[in-house]
């Protein structure tokens, strides 16, 4: 029977925690292997265990994996969350490629220096509220579904729910006029697995502490 992933990378959020998402929601309980310090990351290059050299990588039935999209894509298909046939894979491809777009630019905001938070806030909010939110609306509305490809649960959904969390902890009114993806959320977030590792005291990590961020980017050189 194979063991429990491993899943190497830092104690915060950053590239390794939609990973996180996507297996709890799943239901696979995973281990942590946390980098303290240069030489572990160090020993993961020396012992071969990084393709390119950085994280995040998982340990996963017999394979170390990195870069997130593959590790994703592995786990989601694994999993039954990644469609049925290929129009499906596309589908869900096309928007996990555009959630990662915005999570990307959330998870960069607490690491701004403060004369660029007014700016950056700016972007965030009217790339949400014009671009990306509007965009999953309309799939959800378009055809009256629960989910946002085939009716059934699929790593997009996950990715887009984790999203909708980070945008509420930059500003909680942002979702306001998006009733669907308010359904989205509460579904998703009622689902046992999930409704589990929402809960305090689960391997969900909390926002980054920026103070920390830089501290971990230099000791690291990263």
Same mark, same amino acid.
């Given at each position: 029977?194979?063991?429990?992933?491993?899943?190497?990378?830092?104690?915060?959020?950053?590239?390794?925690?939609?990973?996180?998402?996507?297996?709890?929601?799943?239901?696979?309980?995973?281990?942590?292997?946390?980098?303290?310090?240069?030489?572990?990351?160090?020993?993961?290059?020396?012992?071969?265990?990084?393709?390119?050299?950085?994280?995040?990588?998982?340990?996963?039935?017999?394979?170390?994996? $990195?870069?997130?999209? *593959?590790? !994703? @894509?592995?786990?989601?298909?694994?999993?039954? &969350? #990644?469609?049925? %046939?290929? /129009?499906?894979?596309?589908?869900?491809?096309?928007? $996990?490629?555009?959630? *990662?777009? !915005? @999570?990307?630019?959330?998870?960069?905001?607490? &690491? #701004?220096?403060? %004369?660029? /938070?007014?700016?950056?806030?700016?972007?965030?909010?009217?790339?949400?509220?014009?671009?990306?939110?509007?965009?999953?609306?309309?799939?959800?509305?378009?055809?009256?579904?629960?989910?946002?490809?085939?009716?059934?649960?699929?790593?997009?959904?996950?990715?887009?729910?984790?999203?909708?969390?980070?945008?509420?902890?930059?500003?909680?009114?942002?979702?306001?006029?998006?009733?669907?993806?308010?359904?989205?959320?509460?579904?998703?977030?009622?689902?046992?697995?999930?409704?589990?590792?929402?809960?305090?005291?689960?391997?969900?990590?909390?926002?980054?502490?920026?103070?920390?961020?830089?501290?971990?980017?230099?000791?690291?050189?990263?």
């Amino acid at each position: 029977m194979a063991g429990k992933p491993k899943l190497h990378y830092f104690n915060a959020r950053g590239r390794m925690e939609s990973i996180r998402w996507l297996l709890a929601a799943a239901g696979v309980e995973f281990e942590e292997q946390f980098l303290k310090s240069p030489e572990d990351l160090e020993k993961l290059r020396n012992d071969g265990s990084l393709m390119f050299q950085q994280v995040p990588m998982v340990e996963i039935d017999g394979m170390k994996l $990195s870069q997130t999209r *593959a590790i !994703l @894509n592995y786990i989601a298909a694994k999993h039954n &969350l #990644y469609g049925t %046939d290929i /129009k499906e894979r596309a589908l869900i491809d096309m928007y $996990s490629e555009g959630i *990662a777009d !915005l @999570n990307e630019m959330t998870m960069r905001f607490p &690491l #701004y220096p403060p %004369d660029q /938070k007014d700016a950056n806030m700016t972007k965030i909010r009217e790339r949400t509220t014009n671009r990306y939110f509007p965009a999953f609306e309309k799939v959800l509305k378009s055809h009256g579904q629960h989910y946002l490809v085939g009716n059934r649960l699929s790593r997009a959904d996950i990715h887009l729910v984790e999203l909708i969390y980070y945008v509420e902890e930059i500003d909680p009114s942002l979702l306001a006029n998006f009733p669907l993806l308010k359904a989205l959320k509460t579904r998703i977030s009622n689902l046992p697995p999930v409704k589990k590792f929402l809960q305090p005291g689960s391997q969900r990590k909390p926002p980054a502490d920026p103070k920390a961020s830089k501290a971990t980017r230099e000791l690291f050189k990263i």
